[in-house]
């Protein structure tokens, strides 16, 4: 049961530049959920979904945007990458009817020049 | 949204017990209080969760205060591989964006 799968997770960008970071969960999850970690804060909560065809803003969605076609896959897409957006990138899913917490991924490392 | 306060860091000897606070003091009647950890270079991991009894299960166990202004989350013997930030999250299970990841305590374990 490989969980919550994040890919890349390394990345460089450049200012200006666009990419999507991949998150894919295997558990048959609804609810999915984006989150940035700045060093030594916190984490906030970009956009998530409820399922497949449902998405939402949360605290932080400026320069973002996602998708959630299938139940498996909650893709994050930045189009026009700023210095502001450098981070960790955390993905999360959820069953909620199970209410064992969030599985998260391992991250994406992203970093803007 | 209700608020958490806990202590930025913490200390403590290996195989010793860990009582890691939580104040939340404008909590509402509906919000569960849940604990994550994040151990280093990871992301968050599910530690435990409750409304309004104690709770036990095989990470940790979790005790809410009668008025439940705050909690604990007690590690009974602290490992190496329990070093890590600890998050106490208030939310409820009707809301789907209110998981709020604070600063959280860095505990530190010393051998």
């Known amino acids: 049961n490989a969980g919550v799968t994040q890919t890349p997770k390394f990345r460089i960008l450049k200012i200006g530049q666009s990419m999507t970071l991949q998150c894919a969960q295997d558990?048959?999850?609804?609810?999915m959920y984006w989150y940035r970690q700045d060093p030594g804060m916190g984490l906030k909560l970009i956009y998530y979904s409820v399922g497949a065809g449902i998405t939402d803003k949360g605290e932080v969605p400026n320069g973002y945007n996602v998708s959630r076609s299938t139940t498996e896959d909650f893709p994050l897409r930045l189009e026009l990458a700023a210095p502001s957006q450098t981070s960790v990138y955390f993905c999360a899913s959820e069953d909620r009817s199970l209410n064992y917490g969030y599985t998260f991924g391992s991250g994406t490392r992203l970093t803007v020049v | 949204d209700a608020k958490t306060t806990q202590p930025n860091s913490m200390e403590s000897n290996e195989e010793e017990p860990v009582h890691l606070p939580c104040n939340h003091s404008t909590i509402s009647g509906t919000d569960y209080i849940h604990w994550y950890r994040q151990l280093p270079s990871q992301g968050p991991e599910y530690v435990i969760h409750?409304?309004?009894s104690n709770v036990n299960n095989r990470m940790a166990s979790l005790a809410i205060a009668e008025d439940r202004k705050s909690s604990t989350l007690i590690l009974h013997r602290a490992t190496l591989r329990d070093a890590a930030v600890y998050y106490c999250i208030l939310s409820r299970p009707y809301n789907n964006n209110d998981m709020r990841f604070g600063a959280g305590t860095r505990l530190t374990v010393k051998p």
């Open positions: 409750g409304l309004t």
């Open positions: 558990m048959n999850h609804n609810y």
